[in-house]
């Protein structure tokens, strides 16, 4: 059976986790540091926060901003339950908009959803491929929306506009107009999960780009403290001599990273760009294959202005129903190739459709989603083993096309 994103964990990653093990220092500490400011050159930032999972980034940032009962964030109907669940926590209430062909967020349907409640906007890279930041950038500089928002927190005042938070999850590495993902916007939250490009088993990182008028050293030591309870001194800072004694300047939350974690992804980053080479020639060789056939719509993931991280292949297979897609899918597994689906849209979820959203509302979510099937993609997938997957799809197709006809 091919599987469909299995992390790259070898003997390198191993060492790099037995040294912190036996180093005595497992939690928040040397590595993780270290990671940040990796990541921070990386990205072209000032600063990094790495933090337990993406989830918990994009909620920090919310709760920081100071999101809360009575406000809205708009983020697109497509994406992860994750990307809206974060605002409910807040007590906030998401606004749904529709995407384009492209899966990025149609910043026309932004402009419509804004109200004086607004705080914050996620768009969120799905795939890797990046949104049209500097259309969502002049957006909320547009002197008409700006005269909407209406601040209720100093943050919120001193930045005297919507918040741009960028779920950039699958978006590490990317490029848009040859800048990197992460100093896109004013905040950008990393996912490395498991199943990502980068992973560190469970992770995330907060990329900061506010404005100047913001303290991006004050903000990190701040959030550091948010992350940890609140508590002002972390267990690194706690072992030098005589600086046992800590305050709580707030009752915060516990999402910091590990050194082990750190550790696992010092070593994936070392080697990243090996690793989006690798995955561009999976993706280039899936597009030679099935540009051939027009059955299948192609993913974008490369423009003039745009380069994908090549996250998720998103495959679309023309005029085929939802139904006709899942019939599809069950037969590609049965033929020993593991797929998948990238989203099920947010309206379609049990608890968001309790909630009043309709998938009727999001036509082009919809439409992108019934027909579409994510292949494998991952480092050590080999020429022979793409082979079989596009064969493998592309007989389940015509099979499904051939008996509809």
């Known amino acids: 059976m091919i599987p469909f994103s299995p ?11 037995g040294e912190v093990l036996r180093s005595g220092w497992i939690t928040t500490g040397p590595k993780t540091k270290t990671f940040e400011k990796r990541i921070a050159d990386y990205c072209g930032v000032s600063s990094v926060l790495c933090v337990a999972s993406a989830t918990a ?71 890797g491929y990046p949104c049209d930041y500097d259309a969502i950038h002049t957006l909320v500089n547009d002197a008409a929306i700006k005269s909407l928002f209406h ?24 490029l848009y107009k040859s800048k990197r993902c992460g100093g896109l916007t004013d905040i950008s939250v990393f996912s490395f999960h498991a199943v990502k490009n980068l992973t560190t088993a469970e992770g995330g990182a907060i990329c900061f780009n506010l404005p100047k008028e913001f303290n991006q050293e004050e903000l990190y030591r701040y959030l550091c403290c948010k992350s940890l309870h609140g508590q002002n001194k972390d267990a690194l800072a706690k072992t030098q001599v005589g600086n046992w004694r800590y305050d709580v300047i707030e ?98 979820l049990s608890f968001y459709s309790g909630l009043g959203y309709k998938i009727e509302d999001y036509p082009k979510t919809y439409q992108n989603y019934a027909c579409e099937i994510s292949l494998p993609v991952y480092y050590t997938l080999s020429d022979e083993e793409v082979k079989t997957v596009c064969q493998t799809v592309l007989d389940n197709v015509l099979k499904q096309v051939t008996s509809d006809e």
């Not at 920090?60 to 009962?69: P, S």
């Not at 669940?85 to 149609?106: M, Q």
């Open 57 to 127: 980034g994009l909620e920090l940032m919310l709760r920081w901003f100071g999101v809360k009962e009575g406000d809205e964030v708009i983020l697109p109907a497509y994406t992860y339950c994750a990307t809206a669940n974060v605002v409910i926590h807040c007590g906030a209430k998401p606004v749904l908009v529709d995407v384009n062909d492209d899966f990025t967020i149609n910043v026309d349907h932004i402009r419509r959803a804004i109200t004086q409640n607004t705080k914050v906007i996620m768009p969120v890279d799905i795939g």
């Open 251 to 348: 009752a915060g939350y516990k999402c910091n990273m590990t050194d082990i974690q750190a550790a696992i992804g010092l070593v994936e980053l070392e080697r990243y760009e090996s690793m989006l080479a690798r995955r561009k020639a999976i993706f280039d060789q899936y597009t030679r294959f099935f540009s051939l056939y027009e059955h299948f719509q192609i993913p974008v993931y490369e423009t003039a202005e745009c380069i994908s991280s090549y996250h998720v292949y998103l495959l679309r297979i023309k005029d085929i129903t939802e139904e006709q897609r899942d019939k599809i899918m069950e037969k590609i597994f049965a033929g020993g190739v593991s797929v998948n689906v990238h989203f099920i849209p947010l309206p379609m």
């Open 151 to 174: 601040p209720d927190s100093e943050e919120q005042k001193l930045l005297g506009r919507i918040l741009i938070l960028a779920d950039a999850a699958h978006s590490f590495g990317a």
């Open 7 to 17: 992390p790259r964990v070898d003997e390198k990653t191993v060492e790099a986790v």
